[in-house]
């Protein structure tokens, strides 16, 4: 018998009950998966409520390396995640060994990783930042050298705000947002003038020169939706596109077409978690997420080093 959407919306909240289990999804999930969570947020708001939640299971809405770090954050919790398939090409861009032959050419550089990592490099760093900490983390670290991983567009978002700093930059990035070029966002400014440009630090750097603002996902919505500006062009994952229109309906959001993408900002992982999935893995309890006690022990420090900053 097939269910309708409400139906399995339904179910999802009886189990949560139940199972005393909490939703966190992140703000680039299916619309329908935000409408059943508990928390909605950016990786560090969700990491956050991860940390203090008293629920006994978590279901984590987001790729992979996020409900790693609920897992880690929070490691007595069972942490299920709904599509283990669903990854984050960026994280998986940085190697352990790669941290560790960076740090022995540079024994005097603090590692300082986006939380965008695998638990591994996690393991392996220094501290970690998200996208709306990181000049706050970094300015307040002592060293003078800095190895950034694995986004080198969010690192030399940093590098610029803290000149008196010396980065050296793994060279990853985010395949979506990378694809956004200024010249798609120049041109809707020509169409909308009195538009302004919000971007994410993860688009590159022509992109996020040309932009009024650049901020992490929750702070472009903050903008967004607050600025005088009735018309926003949007430079991030269209997901956030849900929110925004819930803060504000009453302007216009503009996500730009990325001419070599063919499309919008669009995260392909983000959205292999799906409302049947989340179901099944309350029904089922699979999809745990399992980590190795030690790493776990090594890669919370760097966390909660951020935690305790932010
Ligand atoms: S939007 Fe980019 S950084 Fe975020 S999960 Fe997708 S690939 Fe990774």
Known sequence: ???????????????????????????????????????????????????????????????????????????????????????????????????????????????????????????????IVTSRNAVKVVKSLHAKKIIFVPDQFLGSFVAKQIPEKEFILWKGFCPPHFNLSAKELLALKEKYPDAKIAVHPECNTDTAEIADFVGSTTQIIEYATTCEADTVIIGTEVGIEYALKKKNPNKKYIFPQAAEYCGVVHCCDMKKNTLDKVLQVLEEENNEIILDKELMEKARIPLEKMLSIS
């Open 1 to 127: 018998m097939v269910i309708t959407e409400k139906q399995v919306a339904e179910k999802i909240n009886k189990l949560k009950k139940e199972k005393n289990a909490v939703i966190l999804a992140h703000y680039y999930q299916r619309p329908e998966i935000q409408d059943i969570a508990d928390y909605i947020g950016d990786s560090l708001e969700l990491s956050r409520k991860a940390q203090q939640t008293d629920a006994d299971i978590i279901v984590f809405c987001g790729v992979r390396f996020m409900a790693e770090t609920a897992k880690i954050l929070n490691p007595d919790k069972k942490v299920l995640h709904p599509n283990p398939e669903s990854g984050c090409p960026m994280a998986d861009m940085a190697t352990v060994e790669g941290v560790l032959r960076l740090k022995k050419e540079h024994p005097d550089a603090v590692v300082v990783s986006y939380i965008n990592t695998n638990a591994d490099v996690k393991a392996v760093s220094d501290i």
